[in-house]
């Protein structure tokens, strides 16, 4: 079963081409890394699969649906590469809101967000205003509202972005236990060794287009690092 | 969905600096009231003769009451001028529309967000002030009524047309627009119901554009008889009102839909 696939999209800015013809299949389950240099298009290939965008040529699906329809985003749990959290709202009202909106109600959204704080280690802080956060904080409250409900698609762009080592080996802690009960997952990310950690899959873009796709193990030769074979990939002949 | 979002978009509007500029303003408008309607017998002498209060009345009841309609429709499109357009640049409605959440739905929950707060001022001021004319004047209450009923479907039309253009316009330009087109097609309306001749421009705008100023007109001039002929339009201009508040929302979805985020 396919969970989400760009299927020959192509994505314009006016002259400016930010994805060219990308095709990328995520079966239900995988864990996908997306990696490419600054620009590559990783977080435009988000954004259609998202319904934030559309493609200009080509076609994006999230659990079978056109991401424009609300019905394809229902479990499905993104964190933003750039996470801005409304300032003067409570962490834990924001988490119930989610909740909601996430089709959780009554007990089982209550359930819901409590698992969230305990999980993420931000229980103390429920009461604050995100405003008054630190960038870690706010990186784990982003993790918190993408983990509510236990979605079986997670989309993370950059997602240890602010966390301190100990932060970044929770979240780590974090998607393993997604990965375990099954969810599927696409991580945008520079950090090559958290892919390597994490994902059993990886897609390579740049300049917009796929240079390499598949499981680890075949785009990685024998004796290459991740890292050495996305420098081989990229870089200039 | 709608009703989480709204919510939390009336809160977030009830935070803003502007919700406070909005309150003081309404209060301000029923002090104002306050102080103009607090007149009696003899207050006004014209050539050694005291003039009737309740002529005076019966002239400045529509005035101000309708001065106070159309600060209240104003009020409702600038708040709603970047109620939409601030939550996408700065990328925190992209959290929400992650969620199994249309944009459409999305959309009308922030424009409700505004008119909360455009509403709540809007009826203390006009209520403040119907209260003052009705009590201290005698004045029938029914003008007052279907004044703040236009006020509420005009305010409704503009936040809409606000909030649209704010998805293509920065907030000075639909702050301009609001607060220039707002009070020009109230005059315009008046200046053609006062049987002025209008071309151009100026006739588009008063035969294209939301009859605001028609429909205030109408809904204050029973309370003076020289011009009390005008309310017998009332009721048509209010359904023409509510299409135009229901044209707002309907653009608003539209729009939206086509908008490619973060903006």
């Known amino acids: ?210 240079v390499a796709s598949g499981p680890l193990d075949a785009v990685v030769r024998p004796g290459e690092s991740l890292e050495d074979a996305f420098v081989r990939l990229v870089s200039p002949p | 969905m709608l009703a989480p979002l709204a919510a939390e978009a ?48 019966a002239w400045l009841a529509p005035l101000l009451f309708g001065f106070e309609i159309l600060l209240f429709v104003v009020l409702a499109g600038l708040l709603a001028a970047d109620h939409l357009a601030r939550p996408l640049a700065e990328g925190s409605a992209l959290l929400w529309l992650a969620r199994p959440v249309g944009r459409g739905a999305y959309a009308l929950a922030r424009l409700a967000g505004a008119l909360g707060v455009a509403y709540a001022a809007g009826a203390v001021l006009l209520g403040g002030t119907a209260v003052l004319l009705v009590g201290r004047h005698d004045l029938a209450a029914g003008p007052a009524v279907v004044g703040a009923l236009a006020g509420a479907l005009g305010a409704a039309g503009v936040a809409g047309l606000a909030m649209s253009a704010s998805l293509w316009l920065g907030r000075v330009a639909v702050v301009t627009l609001v607060g220039t087109l707002v009070p020009l097609v109230a005059l315009i309306n008046t200046l053609r119901a006062a049987g002025a001749r209008l071309d151009g421009f100026l006739g588009l705008l008063d035969r294209g554009a939301p009859p605001l100023g028609r429909a205030i007109l109408a809904a204050v001039a029973p309370w003076n008889p020289h011009v009390s002929d005008l309310g017998a339009e009332a009721p048509r201009l209010l359904a023409v009102l509510a299409a135009w508040a229901l044209a707002g929302g309907a653009l608003l979805v539209l729009s939206f839909r086509r908008v490619e985020l973060p903006r």
């Open chain 2, 10 to 57: 009336l809160r977030d509007a009830l935070r803003r600096r502007l919700a406070l500029v909005v309150a003081g303003v309404a209060l301000l408008g029923v002090a104002s009231a306050e102080s103009c309607t607090a007149f009696g017998p003899g207050t006004w002498v014209v050539d050694g003769q005291s003039v009737d209060p309740e002529l005076v009345a």
């Open chain 1, 1 to 210: 079963m396919v969970a989400l696939e760009l299927a020959g999209a192509t994505k314009r800015y006016g002259r400016h081409t930010a994805l060219e013809d990308l095709h990328l299949v995520v079966p239900a389950g995988a864990a996908v890394g997306l990696l490419g240099p600054n620009g590559a298009g990783k977080t435009t290939a988000l954004r259609l699969l998202l319904g934030f965008a559309r493609p200009t040529r080509g076609a994006a699906r999230l659990g079978g649906h056109d991401p424009y329809d609300p019905r394809a985003r229902q479990g499905v749990g993104y964190l933003p590469e750039r996470l801005n959290l409304p300032a003067s709202m409570s962490l834990r009202g924001f988490l119930r809101l989610h909740a909601a909106l996430a089709g959780l109600a009554g007990d089982a959204r209550t359930r819901a967000v409590e698992a969230a704080l305990e999980t993420t280690g931000i229980r103390e802080r429920a009461g604050e205003a995100l405003g008054g956060l630190s960038r870690g904080l706010g990186q784990r409250v982003g993790f918190a509202q993408a983990l509510l409900g236990e979605p079986q698609l997670l989309l993370l762009d950059e997602p240890t972005t602010g966390l301190d080592p100990l932060g970044v080996r929770d979240a780590r802690d974090w998607i393993a236990r997604a990965r375990a009960r099954g969810a599927t997952l696409l991580i945008s990310s520079h950090v090559l060794s958290e892919v390597e950690r994490t994902c059993d899959h990886v897609a390579i873009l740049h300049q917009g287009r796929l």
